[in-house]
Structure formats: structure tokens, C-alpha cells
């Protein structure tokens, strides 16, 4: 799956006010801090769209103990900044990782992305929501991209979907307003042995208040083209309001970073930029929760403090790796194509 996809939930922030509009008074900035935690899918509801409705998904459960983070930093140091034209915020995944965007008063875009395995620059960026932006309104786009192994291209709706109160586990938020947005598209990745194409559509759904710049909860749902959209479904909640049975974020944490993101022959990469005082408890679960893989990194098996394994058993799909040590865990996404 798409690895700019991993990142459309924070692309919209929401500005409260007698219409809903979202407007470019609450673009995200160098320092913020997007903190979410997957809940678990099992039985859940899609919700129904509309003005003045109540979504009650106060009985939501915690698939991890640990929320995973997105930093926003400034674009000034960014590998290969220069080949993104009019790049404005960068979202840092650790090491050398950073996906581009463009945000400006009238319009939210994504340019590509830059990591150790290279840099890749949309030439049909992504435009998420023309602004002003509220319940009721409308925008479409293409995109498309091509690279030495990828090929990709596609079209995004967005609309304003739905007004109302939204109940999470320990609080409910009034004046909350829904923002669903839909790709569909067509991928092709070729190596020097083989070429595989799919066709999918994507519908991630976002829930937003004035309480809070990013999402309160966001439902992710996908599939092959021809498909029902249940193939991967995901949901996830804002874990800076700390829900019961959710920990807070932990700086003392082990960093990590995973490459290649999405994985094509299911070898992984971890990069650890500090290297681990003890060997860490590297964990593997799929999108329901289950846990799929369990290895311990020994220290004398991580050179450059890259620790590698091979995720052969993986369907495609998304999946969550959690790192421990002592001083905590974190948990960061990882897709199998």
C-alpha cells in the first residue's frame, strides 16, 4: 500500500466555528507532535454521515500499549529539500525519513518523500482539500509519481462528511466535524526479475475538533479495486487525551526507523540512530492486533546498528512493529506489499 497514505490523517486540522471551516489558521508547524494508538477493529461500525449525529464509540479497546508519533520539523537540513518546489513542512520518521509537504493559505499538498533508500518527488502532487474547507464541501485531484523500481497513479475526493458529537473511551467532544477522504489508484513495482501491478482504493476517515490540531479518531479502510473495502481495516485514536488503558507518549524510549517502508521482498531493516544499551524486543503484529513475530535484536547481530530479518510469511497488508528495552516501547507502522 501507498506509503504517503500512512500519512493523509494529519494532513487536516480543523478550525471550529458556526460552519466547521478548516482554513489555514491551524496548518500544522515545526514542533508539533502527532501522538495516535490503534484500537482494535474487531466488531466495529462504520459510522453514518450527516449533520447533528452522535457516534458512540465509547467501548473502543487498545490494540498496543504505546501510541506511535509523527514530528513535524523544519524543512531547512532535509536530504534533497531542493527537489521538492515549494516545499513548506517536512514530518520526520526517525534517521533520515521525512515525508514533504506543501501547505499554504489556499491549499494542502504532499510532494513525496526522501529516506536512505532514496528520494522519490511526486510529478502530479497530491492535493488533499483546496481552502476554505467545511462540512458540505468537495475536492478532487490526481496524482502520480515514477521511480526506479515504482510506478504510481491516481485520483483523491475529499469531502466534508458529516457534524456531531464524538464519544471515545474516558470522554465525548461536541462540535466535532468528519472529513473522509477516498483514493483510487494504480500500482506498479518492477525488479530485475519479475513486475507486479494492483489497482486499490483507500477511504481514510477523520474526526476533528477544536480540542486538538490532529485527529481525534481515524478509520483507515482498503482494498483491492473489484474487492470489498475489508481487506485492511484500521482505527486509531488521539492518545494526548489519554483514554483509559492508554500510556503517554515516552521520549526515553529506543528510537527506531524502518526501511524499506512499504517492504517489497519482506526483508526489513531496523535502524536504531542511538545505538541499543541492551537487546531490544523486537514484536510483529498484524492489522487486527495479533501478534505474528516475535525476535530478541542481539547487540553482535546489529552492524551500523541495523538490525535485518526476513518477514517471508507476511501477507500483504499493514503491520505494527513494537520495539522494548527498559526505558519503555514504541510502535511504529510498517506495510508488505
Known amino acids: 500500500m501507498k506509503r504517503f497514505l500512512s500519512f493523509v490523517l494529519v494532513s487536516f486540522c480543523i478550525t471550529v466555528k458556526a460552519q466547521y471551516t478548516i482554513t489555514s489558521a491551524s496548518n500544522p508547524v515545526a514542533g508539533d507532535v502527532q501522538s495516535m494508538i490503534y484500537m482494535s477493529s474487531a466488531s466495529f461500525s462504520m459510522p453514518v454521515w450527516g449533520q447533528n449525529k452522535f457516534w458512540n464509540y465509547s467501548n473502543l479497546t487498545t490494540s498496543f500499549s504505546s501510541p506511535y ?23 520526520w520518521y526517525g534517521g533520515n525519513s521525512y515525508d514533504i509537504w506543501k501547505y499554504t493559505s489556499s491549499e494542502r499538498t504532499f510532494l513525496g518523500w526522501t529516506n536512505i533508500s532514496g528520494t522519490t518527488t511526486f510529478s502530479n502532487p497530491v492535493t488533499y482539500l483546496t481552502l476554505p474547507f467545511k462540512y458540505g464541501s468537495g475536492h478532487s485531484d490526481t496524482y502520480g509519481y515514477s521511480n526506479s523500481t515504482t510506478k504510481e497513479s491516481g485520483n483523491i475526493q475529499s469531502i466534508g462528511a458529516g457534524t ?21 489508484g494504480a500500482y506498479t513495482y518492477s525488479s530485475a526479475s519479475s513486475t507486479s501491478s494492483y489497482s486499490y482504493t483507500v477511504k481514510e476517515t477523520s474526526f476533528y475538533s477544536a480540542a486538538s490540531k490532529f485527529p481525534l479518531m481515524t478509520i483507515s479502510i482498503s482494498g483491492e479495486t473489484g474487492q470489498p473495502l475489508s481487506n485492511d481495516t484500521s482505527v486509531s485514536v488521539n ?74 510469511e507476511a501477507l500483504p497488508g499493514i503491520y505494527f512493529i513494537r520495539v522494548e528495552t527498559s526505558t519503555g516501547d514504541k510502535v511504529k507502522k510498517l506495510v508488505v506489499e
Open 69 to 91: 508519533t509523527n514530528t513535524f520539523v523544519s524543512t531547512s537540513g532535509v536530504p534533497n529539500i531542493s527537489t521538492f518546489n515549494g516545499a513548506t513542512n517536512a514530518v
Open 164 to 184: 456531531g458529537t464524538l464519544a471515545l473511551p474516558g470522554y465525548t467532544l461536541n462540535n466535532t466535524v468528519v472529513v473522509e477522504v477516498t483514493f483510487s
Open 239 to 312: 492518545s494526548l487525551f489519554a483514554p483509559v488503558g492508554i500510556t503517554e507518549y515516552n521520549p526515553h524510549a529506543l528510537d527506531f526507523n524502518i526501511y524499506p517502508n512499504p517492504s517489497k521482498d519482506k526483508q526489513v531493516n531496523i535502524f536504531f540512530p542511538e545505538a541499543p544499551a541492551e537487546n531490544p524486543l523486537i514484536e510483529i503484529y498484524d492489522i487486527s492486533g495479533r501478534k505474528v513475530k516475535k525476535i530478541l535484536a542481539t547487540k553482535e547481530f546489529m552492524p551500523d546498528q541495523i538490525f535485518t530479518f526476513s518477514f517471508g
